[in-house]
């Protein structure tokens, strides 16, 4: 069910438009609006889940399908021999600030260790 106010879910449903890269049953994926590296997208499972704390039991195979979206994207980006960065954010010491869980991919350029 979506969530009135969800800025993912809106796009989930075609209510506000965004680039999108990727489809399935479960997950969606689209460019970020703000990218950080050449490559920078957002993948979210359809379903709204706020944040990590929020998964429930049955919800093992949506959030391994955004890792499954995350590998096809990354294949089509030919990013997946250099490598790429995927990193989902949980609240707001992590720097989350859409309440929608999303895996982000980012790739084309090289990342420092331990991120900031
Ligand atoms: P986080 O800070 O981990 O919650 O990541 C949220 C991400 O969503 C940020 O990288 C934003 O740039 C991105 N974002 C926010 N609004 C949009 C939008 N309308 N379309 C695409 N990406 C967005
Ligand atoms: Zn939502």
């Known amino acids: 069910m979506a969530e009135?106010?969800?800025?993912f879910c809106s796009i989930v449903a075609g209510d506000i438009p965004a680039d999108i890269v990727f489809?399935?049953?479960?997950?969606i994926a689209f460019r970020d609006i703000n990218p950080q590296a050449p490559t920078h997208v957002i993948i979210i499972p359809r379903k709204h889940v706020a944040t990590i704390n929020d998964l429930e039991t049955g919800d093992e195979g949506i959030v391994g399908?955004?890792?499954s979206a995350a590998k096809e994207i990354a294949a089509e980006?030919?990013?997946s021999e250099a490598g790429y960065?995927?990193?989902m954010n949980c609240n707001k010491a992590a720097g989350q600030s859409v309440f929608h869980i999303?895996?982000?991919l980012l790739?084309?350029?090289l990342f420092a260790w331990p991120p900031g």
Do not use: I, P
């Open 4 to 7: 009135e106010q969800c800025l």
């Open 23 to 27: 489809e399935s049953d479960t997950a």
């Open 65 to 67: 399908s955004l890792f």
């Open 77 to 79: 980006e030919e990013l």
């Open 85 to 87: 960065r995927t990193v």
């Open 102 to 104: 999303h895996l982000h």
């Open 107 to 109: 790739g084309g350029r």
